[in-house]
């Protein structure tokens, strides 16, 4: 019989890459199954000497990456005996050591569960998947623990997977006519958005709930009794309902800032503000004697809610609101639909086929494919293909377009599912290779595509690696396969450039990007959505044209607010009227705009306030608050936006 070792006492960390004997172990298979191993109590308290020694503060002879990565081998090799026991650990390890806030560290570490969304299950999945000492744990403990310094991007090279780029190919052909295409995005609805409540909350970043606040007594001073609260709602035929008072049972003396019925600046939308955006979409049309060919909704149903407050229910709840409230203002016309980083459950997950987990994760993809199909907005035939692709697909539009739609999370650094494998496998969930084949589909026939999806390329919520992918495949073929790609997820309207040989000036560019506005307010912006002009022949978009509504003024005047023109591209983009009005609106326009945002202060005021929706918060340049615009605008991934602002003379100072 063995004999169980006495907790030992604490050695000190010698050997940086290798789970301690004393540990390894405990964990060792050997053990009977008669009940005479180690209890998990025992490898609990082992694996928490040991990194309590790994993290002595006067251990400085390992420096906090190495830390990080000898802390997840040792994860690795209990998650692959004991995967129990990896919650109660590091969610110890993670306040003890102060590697994120505490309720960072619970939502983080804790088990899943259906109550809220926790992720300590899929960290646990991730650390049997992972090589800590690969890219997996330079980058998990680069992005998710902020441990590591940003590795150098590993070698990416797609070219393999296309035939080469035949120039004779091209030539564009255009049109003479257009057909209109909407483009919405990032509803974050807020199911339990509370008129009266606290718009003006410290405790998270989206107020207007019954649980945020602020935490600052309010002085007398600020006096709010003037502020009024309506019971409003769209009835059953969409008709505005202003309802009744409210006021006397939501007022409360202590607020600071009180949520009124349609939203507010720190609050995600309330259904109100959904059925507004919608209604003012529908009336547009009406109004136009005009519909749009098809709407691009670019993701994100469910809202910023501290992660405690979300659970598996209102997850549903939202996404099949949202999905239900589109069919019903706009019954006519297809929907094409990504879901955003918001839109699964836990946030920000979900997991390849090849891992083992792909289960957890099956509900959201039959779901979508469910409503999709369930609405008319893709055929039976894309069934399949939905689940398959985790809810990316393609379909060809009535005009011929062919737009690819894409889950972001597949390359989203706050899914743990990506940390695995990435030295051998660029692909593990098989959307890179969809999207090639796809386009060399589409490029032998001649056919244009779109490519929708949520999170840019040019963000740090990206994975370098996946966006230098994605920067291969667009740039081997735009511009004459792709011809749009659009994003929602910053919340602000916003645009980038890609260059040929990132050499930015006019001539090189290639092709741009549309981040679209949002009907979400968070933060600091008024809601908004937009459509655009696209030319039938080379489904290139000719003109885009703003919406928008002051929210401000929803404070105090109650009735149903009015959506009102905000601009349209081409006229805001080329003020002397120079770009010829049959081409179109495409990556060397943009470049255009690049320059001018660099050179002009007043196209850079332009571009701010165009990102914030003229909003009472618009960013002023005059007082250096567009640095950063240019880098921006003429990056197409995360790398390129780095090496950009580390060049001083990129930074821009009017
Ligand atoms: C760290 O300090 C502890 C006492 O607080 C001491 O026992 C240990 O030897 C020190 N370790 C190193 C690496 O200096
Ligand atoms: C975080 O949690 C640790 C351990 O439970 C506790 O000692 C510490 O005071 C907490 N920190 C804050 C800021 O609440
Ligand atoms: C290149 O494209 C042209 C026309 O677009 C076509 O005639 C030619 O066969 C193509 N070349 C190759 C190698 O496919
Ligand atoms: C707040 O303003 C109202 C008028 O809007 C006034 O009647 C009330 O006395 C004021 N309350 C305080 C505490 O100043
Ligand atoms: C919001 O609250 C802070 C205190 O937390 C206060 O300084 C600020 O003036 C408030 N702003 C508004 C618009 O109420
Ligand atoms: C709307 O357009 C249709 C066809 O384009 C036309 O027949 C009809 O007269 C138009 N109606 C109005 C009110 O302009
Ligand atoms: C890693 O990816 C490569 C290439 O796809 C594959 O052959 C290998 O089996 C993968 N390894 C693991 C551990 O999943
Ligand atoms: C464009 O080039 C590719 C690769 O050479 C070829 O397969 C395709 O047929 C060409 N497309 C057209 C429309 O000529
Ligand atoms: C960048 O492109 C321009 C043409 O637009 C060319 O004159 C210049 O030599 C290129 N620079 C580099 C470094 O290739
Ligand atoms: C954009 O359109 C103009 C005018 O048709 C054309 O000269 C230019 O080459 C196009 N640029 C790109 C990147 O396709
Ligand atoms: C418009 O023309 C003016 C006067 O020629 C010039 O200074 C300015 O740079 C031009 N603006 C753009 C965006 O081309
Ligand atoms: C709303 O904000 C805009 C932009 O700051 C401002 O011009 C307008 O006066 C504000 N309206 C109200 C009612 O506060």
Same mark, same amino acid.
């Given at each position: 019989?063995?004999?169980?070792?006495?907790?030992?006492?604490?050695?000190?960390?010698?050997?940086?890459?290798?789970?301690?004997?004393?540990?390894?172990?405990?964990?060792?298979?050997?053990?009977?199954?008669?009940?005479?191993?180690?209890?998990?109590?025992?490898?609990?308290?082992?694996?928490?000497?040991?990194?309590?020694?790994?993290?002595?503060?006067?251990?400085?002879?390992?420096?906090?990456?190495?830390?990080?990565?000898?802390?997840?081998?040792?994860?690795?090799?209990?998650?692959?005996?004991?995967?129990?026991?990896?919650?109660?650990?590091?969610?110890?390890?993670?306040?003890?050591?102060?590697?994120?806030?505490?309720?960072?560290?619970?939502?983080?570490?804790?088990?899943?569960?259906?109550?809220?969304?926790?992720?300590?299950?899929?960290?646990?999945?991730?650390?049997?998947?992972?090589?800590?000492?690969?890219?997996?744990?330079?980058?998990?403990?680069?992005?998710?623990?902020?441990?590591?310094?940003?590795?150098?991007?590993?070698?990416?090279?797609?070219?393999?997977?296309?035939?080469?780029?035949?120039?004779?190919?091209?030539?564009?052909?255009?049109?003479?006519?257009?057909?209109?295409?909407?483009?919405?995005?990032?509803?974050?609805?807020?199911?339990?958005?509370?008129?009266?409540?606290?718009? #003006?909350?410290?405790?998270?970043?989206?107020?207007?709930?019954?649980?945020?606040?602020?935490?600052?007594?309010?002085?007398?001073?600020?006096?709010?009794?003037?502020?009024?609260?309506?019971?409003?709602?769209?009835?059953?035929?969409?008709?505005?309902?202003?309802?009744?008072?409210?006021?006397?049972?939501?007022?409360?003396?202590?607020?600071?800032?009180?949520?009124?019925?349609?939203?507010?600046?720190?609050?995600?939308?309330?259904?109100?503000?959904?059925?507004?955006?919608?209604?003012?979409?529908?009336?547009?049309?009406?109004?136009?004697?005009?519909?749009?060919?098809?709407?691009?909704?670019?993701?994100?149903?469910?809202?910023?809610?501290?992660?405690?407050?979300?659970?598996?229910?209102?997850?549903?709840?939202?996404?099949?609101?949202?999905?239900?409230?589109?069919?019903?203002?706009?019954?006519?016309?297809?929907?094409?639909?990504?879901?955003? #980083?918001?839109?699964?459950?836990?946030?920000?997950?979900?997991?390849?086929?090849?891992?083992?987990?792909?289960?957890?994760?099956?509900?959201?993809?039959?779901?979508?494919?469910?409503?999709?199909?369930?609405?008319?907005?893709?055929?039976?035939?894309?069934?399949?293909?939905?689940?398959?692709?985790?809810?990316?697909?393609?379909?060809?539009?009535?005009?011929?377009?062919?737009?690819?739609?894409?889950?972001?999370?597949?390359?989203?650094?706050?899914?743990? &599912?990506?940390?695995?494998?990435?030295?051998?496998?660029?692909?593990?969930?098989?959307?890179?290779?969809?999207?090639?084949?796809?386009?060399?589909?589409?490029?032998?026939?001649?056919?244009?595509?779109?490519?929708?999806?949520?999170?840019?390329?040019?963000?740090?919520?990206?994975?370098?690696?996946?966006?230098?992918? &994605?920067?291969?495949?667009?740039?081997?073929?735009?511009?004459?396969?792709?011809?749009?790609?659009?994003?929602?997820?910053?919340?602000?309207?916003?645009?980038?450039?890609? &260059?040929?040989?990132?050499?930015?000036?006019?001539?090189?560019?290639?092709?741009?990007?549309?981040?679209?506005?949002?009907?979400?307010?968070?933060?600091?912006?008024?809601?908004?959505?937009?459509?655009?002009?696209?030319?039938?022949?080379?489904?290139?978009?000719?003109?885009?044209?703003?919406?928008?509504?002051?929210?401000?003024?929803?404070?105090?005047?109650?009735?149903?607010?009015?959506?009102?023109?905000?601009?349209?591209?081409?006229?805001?983009?080329?003020?002397?009227?120079?770009?010829?009005?049959?081409?179109?609106?495409?990556?060397?326009?943009?470049?255009?705009?690049?320059?001018?945002?660099? #050179?002009?202060?007043?196209?850079?005021?332009?571009?701010?306030?165009?990102?914030?929706?003229?909003?009472? &918060?618009?960013?002023?340049?005059?007082?250096?608050?567009?640095?950063?615009?240019?880098?921006?605008?003429?990056?197409?991934?995360?790398?390129?936006?780095?090496?950009?602002?580390?060049?001083?003379?990129?930074?821009? #100072?009017?």
């Amino acid at each position: 019989m063995l004999l169980l070792p006495a907790i030992l006492a604490l050695i000190p960390f010698v050997a940086a890459s290798a789970v301690p004997s004393e540990l390894s172990e405990l964990l060792s298979d050997d053990w009977p199954l008669n009940g005479k191993g180690p209890t998990d109590k025992q490898i609990v308290q082992q694996t928490m000497n040991t990194l309590e020694s790994l993290y002595k503060k006067n251990n400085t002879v390992i420096d906090a990456c190495t830390k990080c990565k000898s802390t997840l081998e040792i994860g690795k090799a209990i998650s692959s005996t004991k995967p129990d026991l990896i919650p109660e650990i590091f969610v110890k390890w993670c306040k003890d050591n102060e590697i994120l806030s505490n309720s960072t560290c619970e939502t983080t570490f804790s088990r899943g569960a259906i109550t809220a969304s926790r992720s300590g299950t899929d960290f646990g999945n991730m650390l049997q998947l992972m090589d800590p000492w690969s890219i997996d744990g330079d980058y998990f403990c680069y992005f998710s623990l902020s441990q590591c310094p940003l590795p150098e991007t590993p070698k990416v090279d797609l070219s393999s997977w296309w035939p080469p780029k035949n120039e004779s190919n091209a030539t564009i052909e255009y049109g003479t006519e257009t057909f209109n295409v909407l483009h919405i995005s990032d509803f974050h609805i807020e199911l339990d958005y509370l008129p009266g409540s606290e718009a #003006n909350c410290t405790n998270n970043w989206m107020c207007c709930t019954d649980h945020t606040y602020n935490k600052n007594i309010k002085p007398e001073s600020v006096n709010n009794s003037a502020f009024e609260f309506y019971e409003s709602y769209y009835n059953e035929d969409g008709e505005f309902v202003k309802g009744h008072d409210i006021t006397n049972e939501n007022f409360n003396e202590s607020v600071w800032f009180p949520a009124t019925e349609f939203g507010h600046y720190k609050c995600d939308s309330p259904e109100l503000l959904v059925n507004s955006s919608l209604k003012s979409i529908a009336q547009f049309q009406k109004d136009n004697n005009m519909t749009f060919d098809f709407a691009i909704f670019t993701g994100d149903m469910v809202d910023h809610d501290l992660l405690e407050w979300i659970d598996y229910d209102m997850v549903i709840k939202s996404q099949e609101t949202v999905m239900r409230d589109l069919k019903k203002y706009l019954p006519d016309i297809p929907v094409f639909s990504v879901l955003g #980083n918001h839109d699964t459950f836990p946030y920000g997950q979900i997991a390849p086929h090849s891992s083992g987990h792909e289960n957890l994760y099956t509900w959201n993809d039959e779901l979508f494919a469910d409503l999709w199909v369930g609405y008319d907005w893709l055929p039976f035939e894309n069934y399949e293909q939905i689940k398959k692709h985790y809810t990316g697909y393609s379909i060809v539009t009535k005009s011929g377009l062919k737009i690819i739609a894409t889950n972001s999370n597949t390359y989203y650094q706050q899914n743990f &599912y990506t940390y695995s494998n990435m030295t051998d496998e660029i692909d593990p969930f098989g959307t890179l290779k969809f999207i090639v084949d796809e386009l060399v589909e589409s490029e032998a026939k001649n056919q244009k595509v779109w490519i929708i999806t949520h999170i840019p390329f040019v963000g740090e919520d990206m994975l370098p690696t996946q966006a230098e992918a &994605y920067k291969q495949i667009v740039t081997r073929f735009s511009p004459t396969t792709i011809t749009g790609i659009f994003f929602g997820h910053t919340h602000k309207d916003q645009f980038n450039v890609l &260059y040929a040989h990132d050499n930015k000036t006019i001539d090189n560019a290639i092709m741009n990007t549309w981040i679209d506005l949002t009907v979400t307010p968070i933060e600091n912006y008024n809601p908004g959505w937009r459509y655009y002009e696209v030319d039938t022949k080379s489904k290139n978009v000719m003109n885009s044209y703003n919406y928008y509504m002051k929210l401000n003024e929803t404070f105090t005047n109650h009735d149903e607010p009015e959506w009102l023109f905000e601009y349209s591209a081409r006229e805001a983009y080329d003020v002397n009227g120079t770009w010829p009005k049959t081409s179109p609106l495409n990556a060397t326009f943009w470049a255009q705009a690049v320059e001018s945002i660099k #050179n002009e202060k007043s196209m850079a005021q332009t571009y701010s306030d165009f990102s914030y929706r003229l909003s009472p &918060y618009v960013p002023d340049c005059s007082k250096g608050k567009c640095s950063y615009y240019y880098c921006y605008v003429s990056s197409f991934t995360i790398n390129e936006y780095n090496e950009c602002v580390a060049n001083k003379e990129n930074l821009i #100072n009017y």
